[in-house]
């Protein structure tokens, strides 16, 4: 098979305004393009996002030229891998085919209108904006979607990433593109269109169908050969003219098993393609997933079970990387990816809101061993269910089914984003529950449901998160014995943390808590006089209407108020922290009845205020590092879900168990030890074990005047230990601590004169091994600084360093 590229620079003009032609960089988007010609500014920068609405409602034209020296004599098609979104594409002025689903290549057979020489190529991208619009009109009933302060309107009438249109943490940029692969296949000799496979056990062989979808110019016989794991398939297959399907079996002799990270290492297989000439390479993994769903007392569990294994899920929710398609990158998806394995994680959840991300995103979760939870792209909206709409979904679920049944870290498809429960949120789908039920029903149950069990019937479909489950319609938002539950109580219903502590959720696939990102993230849109966070571009990047109010009404039901802005954003940050801790650390605790926390969100798609724990210049948030901490294999905590009683625990993801000791030291605020309790303990493995129920008022201690440090020490050597406040720390009389930091080249070594709680190191452009740590006096702590780039050095004058007793005077 030939290819001719067609990435590259493309022309760029406007079908609907007089604006110059210019360059545009394909794969890519038409702001982006703009913003480089100096035409629109940055978006991201103060309230420029409001300043380029009109790019999303304009048409756009985007071409180039390929010049061809002869005329391929079998097919040629026209491939893109992805067109953002109304689309005609245009072969020297002749139309060769449309597009209108950005979730599925655009493949045009476009031979007849090549010619010798020079050839024009035209995209022309009609806005999607106006098409949502004109389609709403036509509705013969309304079909409505949850709105943001900057939104674009009938967003789900389209198919496109829904958050394009806006969210409550993401701006409204209704790009225009093209993603992803763009060129000319040349198919004389044919071409392998898709290869997928199913693995089929028998004890420990696995027999792997392998599928290849193969287009010929003409019937004949022609050389098959498949290669995987040093089992060799050749043969002559005859083939018809256009598309086949070929199917072949290897019987793969004990593989070994790709395992999540944590539970084993993560080991993948070349599997080798060729037909005729054209050779198509994948990584396969081979594992068995299991969603278990079995009754039990509580109501019904929700497991994951790998490899025969009951995986504990521990992760986040993942967003599109950027609002601007053309600054994603392999690198920035390592990055974040890498940074979930680093705390600990080993599922991330790619929401409904965003796309299906490209084979680099699965690459990599194959190769970090984190479990993908993959939506259909569907999000807190009612959708269409007419014959055309469910036609472009069926053929999206199946191209994507295909695409991505061969990545081993994928272990669930999921319908959509809250949409079930979204028939309770709206007007119109209260007024008439049913008809939205049969649409929800026919969409994610009759058209991707459906696809799922015969494409990839080797993986668990779920049809909404949350939901009870295929076939139960209830709405499941608030039941905690069955599904998979999104607990926004603490944040949209404004309840305090140890509202948390009230659910006992089988499997939480959301819930979060807001924060303001770090002033070296804010300086990159906002100018030093708004820096502030009720200024006009401050509450721009605010996107959720009453979050700088739940900020700040939180902050004053748990700390003493910040006296300066700098205070107050580091205190946002720990609070986050803070919150999220204490459902974690709970939730885990109920462990098996608890199997999976999925916390909202991992990143930020612009630089913004939200729920995320990595902002959007890659800064990580004290939340990053606390929950790492808290989803460590053994971790050790302690909680008060009853005022008084402190309930201790210890942790163990791993099979192994684990003897050790466990000492709780009681302090008062200038660092005297008070009490002490110690266990000899066993950590039973892949347990969460509650050691005691410590009575406080019967052990002598007031909770107002003593925190606790548990110490976990176990006979293999590792350490682990965690620090709590017994009441609120607002209430806690904290001594003015000093901390000291000594840099030794990347080494930052940090002591205290006093007990010094939630003590947040900053440098631009890096992050630290550990931080937001709670110092003992005498206690020291060395911690290594860690560049986002090479050649970025730890500055000891750009090295801050911020603890809680200095947020007051
Ligand atoms: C969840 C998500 C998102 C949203 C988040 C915060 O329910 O599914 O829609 O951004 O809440 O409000």
């Known amino acids: 098979m030939k290819y001719i590229d067609l990435s590259g620079t493309w022309n760029l003009s406007c079908i609907t305004r007089d604006l110059p032609e210019v360059p545009m960089e394909v794969p890519g988007d038409v702001h982006s393009a703009l913003i480089q010609a100096g035409i629109i500014p940055d978006p991201y920068q103060g309230t420029n996002e409001l300043e380029v609405q009109w790019v999303g409602r304009e048409d756009w034209r985007l071409s180039t030229t390929v010049s061809l020296s002869e005329i391929p004599r079998g097919p040629v098609f026209f491939r893109a891998e992805s067109i953002d979104t109304i689309c005609e594409v245009l072969i020297n002025g002749h139309s060769a085919g449309r597009g209108e689903n950005m979730f599925l290549p655009v493949e045009l057979r476009i031979g007849e209108y090549l010619r010798e020489g020079e050839n024009t190529i035209e995209v022309l991208i009609r806005s999607a904006e106006r098409t949502a619009v004109e389609r709403a009109g036509r509705l013969p009933y309304p079909i409505p979607h949850t709105s943001h302060p900057v939104q674009s309107p009938h967003r789900n009438l389209v198919r496109k990433a829904q958050c394009h249109a806006g969210w409550d943490w993401g701006p409204c940029l209704m790009v225009a593109g093209i993603y992803g692969g763009v060129g000319l296949i040349d198919a004389s000799e044919g071409y392998i269109r898709c290869v997928h496979t199913d693995q089929r056990w028998e004890g420990d062989d696995c027999l792997l169908d392998i599928h290849v979808e193969f287009l010929s110019s003409e019937p004949g016989a022609i050389p098959l050969s498949i290669s995987c794991a040093g089992v060799r398939h050749e043969a002559h297959v005859e083939v018809g003219e256009g598309s086949s399907t070929i199917t072949r079996t290897l019987r793969i002799r004990s593989p070994e098993r790709w395992w999540p990270a944590g539970y084993g290492p993560q080991r993948l297989y070349d599997l080798d393609v060729t037909v005729g000439s054209h050779q198509v390479h994948k990584r396969v993994g081979f ?36 609002a601007l398609p053309s600054r994603e ?36 979760c194959d190769q970090l061993g984190i479990m993908v939870w993959q939506d259909f792209m569907f999000a807190c909206a009612m959708y269409p269910s007419d014959h055309g709409f469910l036609r472009t979904v069926e053929e999206e679920a199946r191209y994507q089914v295909k695409r991505l049944k061969d990545h081993p870290s994928l272990v669930l498809w999921c319908g959509n984003n809250e949409n079930l429960g979204a028939i309770g949120w709206f007007e119109e789908t209260r007024a008439n529950p049913a008809r939205y039920l049969v649409d929800f029903d026919r969409l994610y149950e009759a058209t991707i449901g459906r696809v799922c069990d015969t494409l990839d019937p080797g993986r668990p479909y779920w049809p909404s998160s949350p939901s009870a489950g295929r076939d139960v319609y209830d709405y499941n938002w608030h039941d905690d014995s069955r599904g998979d539950m999104h607990y926004w109580d603490v944040w949209h219903g404004g309840k305090s943390f140890d509202a948390f502590y009230l ?3 089988r499997f939480c696939s959301e819930f979060g808590f807001q924060s303001f990102p770090s002033p070296e993230t804010i300086r990159t849109f906002c100018p030093e006089d708004q820096m502030n966070p009720t200024s006009p571009v401050m509450e721009h990047h605010q996107r959720s209407p009453k979050g700088n109010r739940v900020i700040i009404e939180s902050m004053a039901r748990y700390f003493r108020f910040p006296e300066s802005p700098e205070a107050f954003l580091y205190l946002s940050q720990v609070q986050q922290a803070y919150g999220i801790q204490h459902a974690v650390e709970y939730w885990r605790a109920l462990r098996p009845r608890n199997m999976g926390i999925l916390y909202w969100q991992l990143n930020d798609n612009w630089p913004v205020a939200s729920w995320s724990s990595i902002e959007y210049t890659g800064r990580w948030k004290p939340l990053h590092y606390v929950v790492g901490r808290a989803f460590a294999p053994v971790h050790t905590a302690a909680f008060m879900k009853t005022p008084g009683i402190l309930t201790v625990v210890v942790y163990n993801d791993t099979r192994e168990p684990l003897p050790g000791k466990l000492s709780a030291t009681f302090y008062d605020f200038e660092g005297k030890e008070r009490k002490g309790i110690e266990w000899e303990v066993c950590l039973e493995g892949e347990a969460s074990s509650i050691i005691e129920q410590v009575p406080l008022d019967r052990q002598g201690i007031d909770p107002h005047n003593t925190f606790v440090r548990l110490e976990l020490e176990l006979e293999n050597g590792m350490r682990t230990s965690n620090t709590h406040f017994l009441s609120l720390p607002k209430q806690c009389p904290l001594a003015r601590a000093a901390v000291h930091a000594t840099v030794e080249g990347d080494r930052i070594t940090l002591t205290a004169d006093a007990p010094a709680f939630f003590v947040v190191l900053d440098h631009p452009g890096g992050r630290f091994s550990d931080n937001c740590l709670h110092l003992l006096p005498g206690e020291e ?18 090295l801050s360093v911020m603890h809680l007793r200095e947020t007051y005077r």
């Open 329 to 364: 990158t392999p690198a920035r998806a390592r990055y974040l990816l890498q940074s979930m394995r680093e705390a600990h994680m080993n599922m991330v959840r790619v929401w409904g809101g965003g796309k299906y991300e490209p084979e680099y995103f699965y690459d990599l």
């Open 503 to 505: 659910v006992r959720p």
């Open 287 to 322: 594992r068995t997933v299991r969603l278990i769903t079995d009754e039990d007392t509580h109501g019904s569990r929700f497991v994951f079970e790998v490899n025969g294994v009951e995986v504990f899920c521990k992760g986040a929710n993942w967003i599109p990387q950027d």
């Open 781 to 798: 702590r060395t911690i290594r600084f860690i560049p986002r780039e090479e050649g970025i050095t730890l500055d000891p004058s750009r």
